[in-house]
């Protein structure tokens, strides 16, 4: 059997139980390079989003959750 023959499909990876090190390892290599609401506190910074304006509320809104629909 050919090597194309013995690896013709891939099994997703379940990224909420990963067995295997080296997926592991690539998981934590990954959601190091950006934000995880799980490792940042934010209810820290309930009391300053509250001071803010509904126009700093909109562009928060914009810029980290929505795309900007002009």
């Not at 023959?5 to 959601?31: Q, R």
Request: aromatic share 16%; charged share 35%.
């Amino acid at each position: 059997m050919t090597e194309e023959k013995k690896f013709s499909h891939y099994d997703a990876i379940n990224w909420n139980k990963v067995i295997d090190p080296i997926d592991k390892a690539t998981w934590e290599k990954l959601t190091e390079q950006f934000w995880l609401d799980t490792r940042v506190p934010i209810s820290n910074d309930l009391k300053d989003w509250r001071t803010l304006s509904s126009v700093e509320h909109k562009l928060y809104d914009h810029v980290f959750w929505r795309t900007y629909d002009a």
